[in-house]
């Protein structure tokens, strides 16, 4: 090889070096912000749970309030004539709908069952089912309730906070049945 050839060679040599050094750089920088994004826990969503169950067994609007994004959105399915209808509230309508209607009840209880908690494989939100159930004195007339619940968390200014939650009223007996195969 001639010294020229050489030349070219450790040139291409540098080159080379220069790209994946830059490469390297240029990924490491551009993964730090998922590397120091702030991962989810599922204790912290069952503190989020027990926090807002607490809350709601005291009909602590604002202790509800702490817990819910800034941008919370409630999806309600319920059965309406022969049609199942939708509605959605933003934050602050749900309060005041959560509010209003603690005050109108007499008696009050609230339970929530079979609760599952799942965290999204990028760790940055999680999810949680439950069955909550709602019992009531409202005009002298008992009411039951029955939700199953989905809700969705994620962290906001480093505090864990529920994002979303959505689901249907149940009917009737909404006891698991086990069939035999």
Request: aromatic share 8%; charged share 25%.
């Given at each position: 090889?001639?010294?020229?050839?050489?030349a070219?060679?450790?040139?291409a040599?540098?080159?080379?070096?220069?790209?994946?050094?830059?490469?390297?750089l240029?990924?490491?920088?551009?993964?730090?912000?998922?590397?120091?994004?702030?991962?989810?826990?599922?204790?912290?969503?069952?503190?989020?749970?027990?926090?807002?169950?607490a809350?709601?067994?005291?009909?602590?609007?604002?202790?509800?309030?702490?817990?819910?994004?800034d941008s919370?959105?409630?999806?309600?399915?319920?059965?309406?004539?022969?049609?199942m209808?939708?509605?959605?509230?933003?934050?602050?309508?749900?309060?005041?709908?959560?509010?209003?209607?603690?005050?109108?009840?007499?008696?009050?209880d609230?339970?929530?069952?079979?609760?599952?908690?799942?965290?999204?494989?990028d760790?940055?939100?999680?999810l949680?089912?439950?069955?909550?159930?709602?019992?009531?004195?409202?005009?002298?007339?008992?009411?039951?309730s029955?939700?199953?619940?989905?809700?969705?968390?994620?962290?906001e200014?480093?505090?864990?906070?529920?994002?979303?939650?959505?689901?249907?009223?149940?009917l009737?007996?909404t006891?698991?049945?086990?069939?035999?195969?």
């Open positions: 090889m001639t010294a020229a050839a050489h070219i060679k450790a040139g040599g540098k080159n080379n070096m220069k790209r994946l050094v830059t490469g390297t240029v990924f490491v920088l551009l993964s730090l912000p998922a590397q120091a994004a702030e991962r989810i826990t599922g204790e912290q969503i069952q503190q989020v749970i027990n926090a807002t169950d809350a709601a067994k005291n009909r602590d609007t604002a202790g509800i309030a702490a817990y819910l994004s919370f959105e409630k999806a309600i399915e319920f059965p309406y004539k022969k049609w209808a939708k509605v959605r509230l933003d934050k602050d309508d749900y309060l005041v709908l959560i509010d209003e209607g603690w005050a109108n009840a007499g008696e009050y609230y339970q929530r069952d079979h609760t599952e908690i799942h965290i999204m494989p760790g940055l939100s999680g949680s089912h439950s069955t909550v159930t709602e019992n009531m004195v409202q005009d002298g007339e008992k009411m039951t029955r939700f199953r619940e989905y809700a969705t968390y994620a962290l200014n480093g505090r864990p906070v529920i994002t979303r939650v959505s689901g249907h009223t149940l009737g007996d006891t698991p049945q086990w069939q035999e195969e």
